[in-house]
């Protein structure tokens, strides 16, 4: 039978929606699964990993790979068109920017701590004669820190480098990840809440968050506004085609650029797309503000479409782990990852214990960034303040424009051993200076003062 159309792009995007339904039904139904908050899109790449391993859904683990990378490019210019929403604080704060730079400062604090820990790995089954791409180590902070986007776009550059598998790889830190997000992060969240660390939440959380859906007769929070008429073109297929637009300009300006680069230059632009197209989007915006059409541009259904990418992005991030692949890196992957995540949970857990206010929801949010991805932090946050009441969710969107330097820096540095022949000794050396510079800043901002976790009393003194 000759089928006149092309149907494998779109049979991909529907097999990952099923996956996502999938895990939207077993968030619902099984308790396991609510108890440590796993989200749909990770149950359902689970879900879709195991079907691509026993050869049950036949797709190539390369074409998950490409969609999982546009979907993160989508989401880095869905946030640059984003409009920023004014911040809510409580009474007693008052330096607005506290608690952003404090947890910038303890990503910066974290990602390099990753790297060191991946590397020294390197460096130790180097020496015991099974060598490793010198990259290896450093797809720890890309998967932890950074998250699936981004360990996927490097880790593909690096197999134009000789890195066989790295992408594939890539992902795979960044789904090791997502299980201490979860698997540490939840715990964590329940042990502060019964030990009465919580601001504003002292009970489990509540049924919608657990099952994942909010009840019949709920109110439905609103997703956006329509700042276009329906008559003319929906709301949502304008704030696509911004993000389309911006799509073409952002390749348009790295191809162009990459024609006057050196060839392995050429190769490394284009891994950072996505960063590129975040700062195109903001051009764009930018753009918009002075010609008075801004208000075309709407936040609520901007943020959907970067839900809506992130999503799929998580789905096809841990459908496209190759079992084969992983299983020959085993050994170095678990050790890695086990040690990686465990000092990622001291550290933050030692810093976050001295800061001087929000302790547990500053904690957990900027946990969950440090091992999965920022929509991991929000969730884990959204258990400990429900409604955010707190400042901390906004704080988290104003980290992600503190910490830029710090990780523009650490995307570079990652990429010195094949970009600029570093050894490794080096590129540690450059990551534990950064790593002291972010600790000592920790220190002399007083952010690193006596632990401040106290358990909550009642009027009579007595613990609760």
Request: proline share 6%.
């Amino acid at each position: 039978m000759t089928i006149p159309f092309s149907f494998d792009a779109l049979l991909v995007f529907g097999a990952l929606s099923i996956m996502l339904l999938v895990g939207v039904v077993l968030r619902a139904r099984v308790a396991l699964l609510q108890r440590f908050l796993f989200p749909a899109c990770l149950i359902g790449g689970l879900i879709g990993l195991v079907g691509m391993s026993i050869g049950l859904i036949r797709i190539p683990p390369g074409d998950i790979e490409h969609f999982g990378f546009h979907f993160f490019n989508i989401s880095f210019i869905s946030v640059g068109l984003t409009s920023a929403a004014g911040s809510r604080h409580l009474p007693g704060e008052r330096h607005v920017l506290r608690g952003p730079l404090w947890m910038a400062l303890v990503e910066g604090v974290t990602l390099p701590l990753q790297a060191l820990i991946g590397g020294l790995v390197v460096t130790a089954f180097g020496l015991a004669g099974r060598p490793l791409f010198p990259t290896f180590g450093f797809l720890v902070p890309l998967g932890f820190t950074e998250g699936p986007g981004q360990a996927l776009s490097v880790g593909k550059v690096w197999e134009g480098f000789g890195f066989a598998h790295a992408a594939t790889l890539g992902l795979t830190f960044a789904a090791l990840g997502f299980f201490f997000a979860f698997f540490v992060g939840v715990p964590l969240v329940n042990w502060g809440i019964r030990r009465g660390f919580a601001t504003f939440s002292d009970t489990q959380p509540s049924a919608d968050v657990l099952q994942g859906f909010l009840p019949l007769k709920s109110g439905k929070p609103p997703a956006g506004r329509l700042p276009m008429h329906s008559g003319n073109i929906d709301t949502l297929a304008f704030q696509s085609a911004l993000v389309g637009l911006v799509y073409v300009l952002t390749y348009g300006f790295i191809w162009l650029v990459a024609r006057f680069l050196p060839p392995d230059a050429a190769k490394i632009i284009w891994g950072f797309f996505f960063f590129i197209g975040m700062a195109v989007a903001l051009v764009v915006k930018q753009l918009m503000i002075r010609l008075g059409v801004d208000y075309l541009v709407d936040p609520g259904v901007q943020r959907r479409i970067t839900g809506w990418a992130v999503d799929y992005l998580i789905v096809a991030t841990v459908m496209g782990i190759q079992v084969v692949v992983v299983w020959q890196y085993i050994l170095p992957i678990a050790l890695a990852a086990v040690l990686s995540g465990l000092a990622t949970t001291a550290v933050v857990i030692y810093l976050g214990s001295r800061m001087e206010s929000l302790h547990l929801e500053r904690t957990v949010a900027i946990y969950g960034t440090c091992t999965g991805t920022i929509s991991s932090g929000l969730l884990l946050l959204r258990v400990v303040d429900p409604e955010f009441k707190t400042p901390v969710a906004m704080e988290i969107g104003l980290m992600n424009v503190i910490v830029v330097p710090i990780i523009l820096g650490s995307m570079l540095l990652v990429n010195a051993p094949v970009w600029w022949d570093w050894g490794m000794g080096l590129t540690l050396l450059v990551f534990t200076l950064i790593g002291v510079s972010c600790l000592a800043a920790i220190r002399l901002l007083k952010f690193w003062g006596p632990p401040r976790f106290k358990q909550k009393t009642d009027d009579r003194g007595t613990r609760e």
